[in-house]
């Protein structure tokens, strides 16, 4: 049993000015619900063959706004059931309870600052505990607000993750003024408050907060092979079905949905970003750097506001990014239905490449671009632009790519070595269970390093200002430990040139003293 949501208006509910409500229709099971998102739309504006608001519309971007964020929150409701409850979704009537659980007075959700600071208060008196650890626990409280404040992210409780556990350590940690104890005593304090939250409310999941490691050592995590990356390349279409078979293929068939959190997923593993700059970037952000001695190069240049320091961030776009860009485009605009002309885009040059994808986002960015539709295929508006890719709130993303790597065949058994009850356990998982969109970032920064990018280059194209953040992201497993001690470390002989020099040396000293004799 699967579900489906579908975006629609109520015709049947018409009122006095002529506008009846905008609803998605959530189907389970063979029965649907339509909630509303509280807008409303005259019937000759909504388009019905797009399911969305017409051009003519007056507030046609609140409505598609509102009809991706009430969408993207069901199917967080949904995911969060189906992973606690054996894999099976919960009924109509269990959804439109949930839905209007959520509310609060007026329909206003009670803030989590709220929740921490009644947290607090209550916790200190059942442990009787003194005012001194009160202070500990309530400037967690605010340094937790700070965080939210300064990167501008709106809390909620599907944003404990471990993606916000990464970026939140990294917060404390670049900026110098932590030590790795305090920002330890903070994660502690959090997941107590989640542990007391899940237990009281259920407003969060175990999963969500058990993976925080108090900071003491470093956790050990999994990053994507360039193996796999060729098969999330292939199954997006990156990678010309022509070529040699380097791993066994499956015939799959990958949904529209499943198709873009792949891309994500690749995007995320070639430029080191961390979701929550990858959800603020937009294609104003890439520059096209004609100064340069050799050909045309684009970068994706930003700002990261950490810890009262603006960090000036630049990510070139390698090959790999250009053609996936050039992909996503392709999926808006007829014209760059590049392998209808077969010739495929990975067969072209890179200076090609980047004219390509330059000369659309430049018709983008002055608003000429015309869709130039010969073929009569369906192709939808891109009405995500300016932002890259469609929405997807992070909770949702990985939860949706385990599902989708387990289908291609990313699923191999994994060893970690986790820490439980003060003892060391290796402990086995299936890959695609413990991958997250931070997983991105640790692949990118270990295979950067593998290439032979030097630390002070990479930690301008991640934004890191400590290198501890930057190596806390690095992938050392024992195939490379191996590598590069055989490498480096080479036989020691008689023939050695620098045996040669020290057994020079010693004969001129002998004859030296020889001769002072």
């Given at each position: 049993?699967?579900?489906?949501l579908k975006n629609?208006?109520?015709e049947d509910k018409?009122?006095?000015?002529g ?8 189907t ?10 509280g807008e409303n739309?005259k ?6 063959k797009e399911d969305?608001?017409r ?5 046609r ?5 509102k009809l991706?964020?009430?969408?993207n929150?069901i ?7 189906y992973?606690n ?8 009537q ?8 959520q ?8 803030p989590i600052?709220?929740y921490y600071?009644?947290f607090v208060?209550?916790y200190i ?18 340094r937790l607000?700070?965080?939210f404040?300064t ?15 990464n ?10 003024r ?10 502690k304090n959090?997941?107590?408050?989640l542990?007391d ?13 058990e993976?925080f490691v108090?900071?003491?050592e470093k956790?050990?995590f999994v990053v ?6 060729l ?6 279409g990156l ?5 040699d078979d ?5 015939e799959?068939k ?5 198709l873009l959190i792949?891309?994500?997923m690749?995007?995320?593993s ?6 929550v700059d990858?959800?603020?970037l937009?294609?104003?952000?890439l ?5 340069l001695?050799n ?14 320091m603006?960090?000036?961030v630049?990510?070139?776009?390698t090959e790999?990014i ?8 392709s999926?808006?605009i ?6 209808s002309?077969?010739f495929?885009i ?5 200076e090609q ?6 000369g659309y986002?430049?018709?983008l960015k002055?608003?000429?671009?015309k869709?130039v539709n010969l073929s009569?295929?369906?192709f ?7 932002r890259l ?6 909770q949702t993303?990985n939860?949706?790519v385990k599902l ?14 986790e820490?439980?009850?003060?003892k060391?356990?290796?402990v086995?998982y299936k ?7 931070v ?8 295979h ?7 630390m002070?280059?990479?930690?301008k194209?991640?934004g ?18 191996n590598?590069?001690f055989?490498?480096k470390k ?9 045996v040669?020099?020290?057994?020079k ?6 004859i030296?003293?020889?001769?002072k004799?």
């Open positions: 049993m699967g579900y489906s629609n208006i109520r018409i009122k006095t000015n506008e009846c409500p905008v609803v998605i229709r959530v389970i099971d063979r029965k649907s619900y339509r909630h509303p998102i739309i019937p000759k504006d909504w388009n019905k969305i608001p051009k003519s519309c007056s507030n971007d609140v409505i598609i706004s991706e964020t009430e969408k929150k199917r967080d409701l949904l995911n969060q059931y992973f409850n054996n894999k099976k979704y919960p009924s109509i269990e959804l439109k309870n949930t839905l209007n659980s509310k609060g007075i007026n329909g206003v959700s009670k600052s709220i600071d009644d208060e209550e008196k059942k442990k009787n505990l003194s005012h001194g650890t009160k202070r500990v626990y309530l400037n967690t409280g605010y607000k700070e965080f404040t990167n501008k992210i709106t809390p909620t409780w599907d944003v404990f993750n471990e993606d916000f556990y970026d939140f350590v990294d917060y404390y940690l670049d900026g110098g932590n030590t790795e104890g305090t920002i330890g005593k903070y994660i959090l997941k107590t408050f542990k939250t899940h237990k009281r409310y259920k407003l969060v999941r175990p999963e969500q907060y993976t108090v900071m003491k956790p050990d994507f092979t360039k193996i796999e990356l098969m999330i390349k292939y199954y997006i990678i010309d079905i022509k070529q380097w791993f066994d293929k499956k799959i990958l949904n529209n949905r499943e792949l891309r994500i690749l995007f995320l070639l430029t080191g970003m961390s979701y990858f959800d603020k937009t294609y104003q952000d520059e096209n750097n004609e100064d001695e050909d045309t190069t684009l970068s994706f240049i930003y700002i990261r506001q950490k810890t009262n603006i960090n000036k630049v990510v070139t776009l790999d250009v053609e996936l860009l050039i992909k996503e485009f999926i808006y007829p014209q760059l239905d590049l392998s002309k077969h495929h990975s067969l072209r040059t890179l490449k980047v004219k390509i994808l330059w986002i430049d018709q002055s608003n000429n671009l869709k009569g295929e369906k939808p508006d891109m009405v995500h632009y300016p890719f469609p929405k997807v709130p992070n993303f939860e949706e989708v790597l387990d289908k291609i065949g990313i699923n191999q058994n994994v060893f970690l070595i820490k439980r009850n003060r060391s356990n290796k086995e890959k695609c269970d413990i991958i997250s969109s997983s991105g970032r640790r692949t990118f920064i270990t950067s390093l593998q290439d032979g990018i030097s002070e280059v990479l930690m194209s991640t890191h200002t400590d290198i501890r953040s930057l190596l806390r992201y690095n992938k050392v497993d024992v195939e490379d430990v590598k590069q055989l490498d080479k036989r020691i002989s008689p023939t050695d040139i620098w040669d020099r020290k057994t040396e010693t004969k001129k000293k002998i030296n003293k020889n001769s004799k």
